[in-house]
């Protein structure tokens, strides 16, 4: 066993690797290795399982959108029929909490994006027919092809290679997926491959719809999302990394969807700080440390008002944030990329009022952190000071009076979430109002009253944003069917026979 | 006269250029230059049409889509008010034909996509708004912001920088738009700056929505297309400048969306040369001619049996380009262009059955010209056999039998447009659907039987295609609404106060 590798999935074969080198997941709960050896894939791996897609896609793009439903609903299926060793093996993996989380949250709404990818499939709506008859010209959406997915850490099901909301909206438009696993939790990603091809079996579909590699070395990567037989990639993690995928994927002309970083601000303003800080302060603290604050739209920077209210505020959070045990980190280098980012914050003037620093001990975990800079001094280093702390951290930024609230808001970049609390009874309508039109255009989701962690899977989420949160600022990668438009070509037909047209589009 | 240059439009105001050089326009059709003097802008002079872009962008989120819908309006009627100087200046910067090219059939298509966008501006049918009310979540598209857009050569109105498709689609979506002119039709750019402008003061928009420069250093055009405050390009063009403005634009986050070559394949089906050889011989010729062959759609690739219906069909053709006088082309450049790209085929195995070279005279004119490679060859250079000939050239490539064709097929790069000439009783059914899957995957639109160089502003075209035809398969530059989608961000608003919901999501 010590030196056979867990196999891979290529061309609808669980084969060993050839390897070029092997990894290990971490139990970040012990901050131990776990016992498998993973392997990673070569050059030449990667080329077969990129000609094994081509052909797959090849035979989905006349595959029937029933048999994709089928297909889907059929993996969803076999995920709650291997829920326990699912939530057992993601469980061993990220540390997060076996429930509610695991299994009552997280795995449900896996089971429910895929089915709501089924319908999206079987009904074709995705597909936005257009039927001009006096041009005779008809146009529908179609498979980009291959789409290459490679998931975050931090939802193990929910926004996996092999299950999550980028798998199920390229295959329910009809492409093939070659999941690259999060190397934090590769074992539930080949639980979840091996479910998804059992259906792929099942149901007949072409046998390399669902392929599983589980690290490539980086250059092998930047080759597969810019690979010919590629149509498009779907990217969540890190900033660094993912503009280095974008770049190599555009200078080859490949789309590729990228969500990459967000600090999520947040205002909170005077009157309903007055009216009830202490409930907004509960509801910070809760979203900031929910999953360790390991969330895309974690609240992770907070403009709060200058004012004794906003001190008051500052301070109920700040006992909150104290009093708390921390969760465990999805893995040890995650720990170590809040400690560099704490220290960015810090070196650009922000100063710890709790925490700040990782704990000692086995598991991975980082003190529940609060920073706090003056607006004076965010505007010194606006950018610096908008650096993303993955974690308990968030970054309260005291501001003057609304019009520096305004010069603040000026200086974000992009973010994928911003949220405005206001006085219930709307007095401070005024102020809102000023306010609004400078988030609003720097978001994709905007927020009242509500912290930005539930993101739910409703046709009109936006988990998307301007650029640095995403690379496009037009798509969503949550939400059907409007995700599945990341993975569609535009086809048109022109004075082609009625007979030829396909089904969908003939009269 | 002699220094002074024409004036640029920024921030609402004709004025002297801060200019960095001159140029001056050619008249084709002597091979002279026409007496203004255009100015070269600076980076200065960049930043300032951004920066009042900027302002208009934030007064046009809130400009309802009725005063868009009226600009666009007026607009057009302004055009056709001023339709004869327009023709004079269109016809000595291009040497098209006044009529029926540009009074009668490039002027109407230019107003009648403005009207088609001003329909789509009132109606608001581009925001897509979806309305989750269970979730309390609302989604719809709103501006991406300031547009830049930079047209082409061949299509002084449709495509004009301040007048176009990307312009009335980017307007149609609330956002301004830097025109950065063809240089090859600056006088033409100038005229609809000038009407647009005039419609933008009349109906009371925003003084920078509409701006023009002429040109400016390629560096300030790197910069432009990734300036901060910029939304989004519009480019149609060369492949050589799109793939480096693609470059520059995408490192700083910002959508592009470039249009830059096709030869545009045509298969002729042996049946279909039995039933009607000497008839497509002739729509081949008018279509690969029309316009100079100047056309993106223009048909540069044409798949022949090698049989002796398909030498007889060459024959014919060979004949009709060969009487046929040349149309005078855009301009020198475009010339050279034409000889570089004739030799890049010449020297990869093309042979010329007809013209070949450049025209002596002080026009700007190229023979006529047909090549001709086997399919063999064709499959030993295939990446340097499918260079773009922009002009009066196609290149012939005899296939000795559909499985041959088919191989030609898998080695084409991404096209506009694909082309099938089938027997009209449906006899060769059987090679059609041999042949169709391999090509409908690598080009944007599939026509039967009609040549590819008519593009009718449908809601169902698709005037886009996979790269380097353009930069991303799932969008066109032609169709209303659907090109509005290309200047649009995703805006979701969660747990939004009803009464603060733009007034299309409220319930």
């Known amino acids: 066993m010590s030196e056979k590798t867990v196999p891979v999935l290529i061309a609808g074969k669980w084969r060993e690797s050839k390897s070029v080198g092997t990894f290990q997941a971490d139990n970040p709960s012990l ?7 993973y392997p990673v894939s070569s050059r030449e791996e990667m080329q077969e399982a990129v000609e094994a ?4 896609a090849t035979a989905l793009r006349t595959t029937s959108g029933e048999k994709i439903a089928e297909f889907l609903e059929a993996f969803a299926a076999g995920i709650e029929q291997r829920s326990h060793e699912l939530v057992e093996m993601a469980h061993a993996e990220t540390g997060l909490a076996k429930a509610p989380r695991l299994k009552d949250v997280e795995l449900p709404r896996t089971t429910g994006q895929l089915r709501q990818a089924a319908t999206a499939a079987r009904q074709g709506t995705w597909r936005r027919p257009i039927r001009d008859e006096a041009a005779k010209l008809y146009s529908f959406f179609a498979p980009i092809g291959p789409v290459v997915v490679m998931g975050p850490n931090n939802f193990p099901y929910a926004f996996n290679s092999a299950a999550g909301g980028d798998f199920a909206a390229a295959i329910a438009a009809h492409n093939p997926v ?6 934090a939790h590769p074992g539930t990603t080949k639980l979840l491959a091996e479910i998804a091809h059992e259906a792929v079996t099942k149901v007949g579909l072409h046998p390399a719809t669902v392929q599983l590699l589980y690290r490539v070395p980086s250059e092998v990567g930047f080759a597969l999302v810019s690979h010919p037989l590629v149509g498009a990639t779907g990217f969540t993690g890190s900033k660094n990394a993912g503009l280095k995928l974008k770049e190599a994927a555009e200078r080859a002309g490949k789309p590729i969807y990228l969500e ?5 601000p947040v205002i909170v303003m005077e009157s309903a700080l007055r009216e009830r800080g202490d409930a907004i302060a509960g509801e910070f603290f809760a979203s900031c440390t929910l999953g360790a604050g390991q969330f895309c739209t974690s609240p992770g920077f907070v403009i709060v008002p200058d004012t004794e209210a906003g001190r008051k505020f500052v301070e109920t959070a700040r006992k909150q944030f104290e009093g708390g045990t921390p969760g465990v980190l999805l893995g040890k280098s995650g720990r170590e990329a809040l400690t560099d980012a704490v220290a960015i914050l810090q070196k650009n003037g922000a100063k710890a009022i709790c925490g700040g620093k990782a704990m000692p001990g086995p598991a991975y975990r980082f003190e529940n952190t609060l920073l706090q800079v003056s607006g004076d001094d965010f505007l010194k280093h606006p950018h610096e000071l908008q650096t993303e702390a993955f974690g308990p951290v968030s970054l309260l930024v005291m501001s003057r009076n609304t019009a520096q609230t305004v010069a603040i808001l000026e200086h974000l970049e992009g973010n994928l979430t911003g949220t405005v609390y206001s ?6 309508d005024a102020e809102y109002n000023v306010i609004e039109p400078h988030l609003r255009y720097k978001v994709g989701r905007l927020l009242n009253d509500k912290m930005p ?10 988990h998307g944003g301007p650029y640095p949160a995403t690379g496009h600022p037009g798509f969503t990668a949550v939400g059907i069917p409007t995700s599945i438009h990341r993975f569609v070509a535009l086809h048109s037909y022109d004075n082609v026979r009625p007979e030829r047209l396909p089904e969908m589009l003939r009269g």
Chains 1, 2 share one sequence.
Do not use: R, W, Y
């Not at 897609?53 to 797959?56: I, K, L, P, Q, V």
């Open 453 to 462: 962690t539930g993101v739910a899977v409703s046709p009109a989420m936006n």
């Open 178 to 183: 070659i999941a690259k696993a999060n190397t």
């Open 53 to 56: 897609a081509s052909e797959a």
């Open 260 to 264: 990459m970083s967000s600090v999520n």
């Open 31 to 37: 901050g131990q290795p776990l016992p498998d050896k």
């Open 423 to 428: 006085d219930t009874t709307g007095k401070d």
